[in-house]
């Protein structure tokens, strides 16, 4: 039986190259848990606002069709990303894009239309993938402004977790206001679930640093047995999406009524063909840049990129590509790699293995949804806190005496945090870097120029539509 075990253990090893990345089974399996209890909270998200918009003939998804949807495509695209990528890289239906696709596109055409759209993204970006123009396009971006995505995410993740956390929130009517954010609800602290998320930060904070195995998850359990605990001992509001507390059934039947519900052309009637032709281009530029971001800060911090570029990156983008079209077929919106991810690597995910113990728990969460919301915000908010500041620290590798990156990067660092949006703070730091080197007599190629450019209709796209 030992034997049996040493053999099946070396053989992992190999397939993944454990030992090769510096990395153990234990870090592997504690990482790729940490990165599903990190984003689980999508199964619960993407229900609300999928199922808050209504379709052009007035039809509403279901909870429970959306949330199978969620996590059985989550499941398998993840999975597949660790056996074919063999990157610590989770994939779920992409925050941003899955408005776009309730608030945005359902209003102009079916439901299963919508879903077609989002198919053919995924079409999109996988030739792209296949053909190498996607891998040429994130390689021919100047080093200085791939560092600059890495740390503008690390604001990005840290804001995500101070926000869901409670512990910043949007100032009412901001535009009178001398803030637009600001601490707690009413601009000061209060209340049990800030508590805990004080607590959750600080215990990790401590056990970090100390460097403790498991730091993450620890937290994570810690903060997540107190808030149960404080929660059943006093009535407490303000927890947000998730009230911790045990439910009252473990295993739900998942609903597969949306798999397969797919009308790939109909959109271009519904919506006309200008309109739909926006949404696929605003679908392909925003998946296709957010997941290059995601990849390329998440790939660094695990150190499987070199000298600029990922490892495997062309396995990666195919998984990617597929992602989205996964998110059609099941009916959870596009599929993309999660910023969470980098709270397995902060744990010491370096492999596909851990991806296959996040997809397999999102399988697993097919039959156990009930268990997603035990979990508040408030104690997995602290590991994107953490792991945001943690990515932060590649700053000090920008060039900043370089006039060619340093409004550019600036720019790039600034307005993804600031606008929620990772494509936004990529697209402003290409086309003022392109703008830059033109004006200073330095041509910047034929394809910066033409990101530039594309860049430029992408901010331009509600002005051509007419909105």
């Known amino acids: 039986m030992t034997q049996l075990r040493t053999r099946q253990s070396s053989a992992l090893d190999q397939f993944f190259r454990i030992t090769e990345r510096g990395s153990t089974l234990g870090r592997e399996v504690r990482g790729g848990i940490t990165t599903f209890v990190a984003m689980s909270y999508i199964v619960l998200l993407n229900p609300l606002i999928l199922g808050a918009s209504a379709d052009i003939t007035g039809a509403k998804l279901t909870i429970a069709e959306i949330t199978t949807a969620t996590a059985l495509a989550a499941g398998v695209m993840t999975v597949l990303m660790g056996l074919v990528g063999n990157a610590p890289l989770a994939l779920a239906a992409g925050l941003g894009v899955n408005g776009v696709v ?46 600059a995505i890495t740390v503008g995410i690390g604001l990005y993740i840290a804001l995500v977790g101070l926000v869901s956390a409670g512990f910043v929130t949007r100032t009412p009517d901001a535009v009178g206001s001398t803030v637009p954010v600001r601490m707690g609800v009413d601009g000061h602290l209060s209340g049990w679930p800030i508590v805990i998320f004080c607590l959750g930060l600080l215990l990790m904070i401590v056990l970090l640093a100390r460097g403790v195995p498991g730091a993450v998850l620890i937290s994570i359990v810690v903060a997540t047995v107190v808030a149960i605990t404080v929660n059943s001992l ?53 998946g296709f840049f957010d997941a290059m971001g995601t990849i390329t800060s998440v ?41 969470e991810s980098a709270a397995g690597v902060g744990e010491g995910a370096r492999t596909g293995l ?30 994107l806190v953490v792991i945001g500041g943690l990515m932060m620290t590649q700053i000090r590798r920008i060039p900043w005496q370089d006039t060619d990156f340093t409004i550019p990067v ?36 034929w394809l910066m ?19």
Request: aromatic share 10%; net charge neutral.
């Open 102 to 147: 309730a608030f945005q596109m359902a209003p102009a055409m079916t439901w299963a239309q919508a879903f077609g759209l989002v198919v053919l993204e995924g079409l999109c970006i996988v030739v792209m993938a296949v053909s190498g123009v996607r891998e040429r396009i994130i390689n021919a971006i100047p080093t200085p402004l791939k560092i």
């Open 234 to 286: 006093f009535t407490i509001k303000g927890w947000g999406l998730v009230t911790p507390s045990l439910p009252s059934s473990v295993v739900g039947s998942p609903d597969f009524g949306l798999f397969g519900r797919v009308d790939l052309f109909g959109g271009f009637v519904s919506a006309g063909v200008i309109a739909a032709t926006i949404f696929l281009f605003t679908l392909v530029l925003s």
């Open 299 to 339: 790939a660094d911090e695990a150190g499987l990129s070199h000298d600029g570029r990922v490892e495997g990156m062309g396995k990666i983008l195919m998984v990617d590509g597929a992602g989205a079209i996964a998110g059609g077929v099941t009916g959870s919106a596009p599929n993309t790699v999660f910023l």
């Open 354 to 383: 851990a991806s296959v113990v996040t997809g397999g728990l999102f399988l697993v969460a097919l039959l156990f949804t009930p268990l997603a919301t035990v979990v508040p915000a408030q104690a997995a908010a602290p590991a």
């Open 410 to 445: 600036f720019l790039t660092v600034a307005i993804i945090p600031f606008t929620y949006s990772i494509t936004n703070g990529i697209g402003a730091g290409l086309v003022s870097y392109v703008v830059l080197r033109i004006c200073k007599g330095r041509w910047p190629g």
């Open 449 to 467: 120029t033409g990101l530039a450019l594309m860049f430029t209709v992408y901010f331009g796209v509600d002005l051509i539509s007419g909105r």
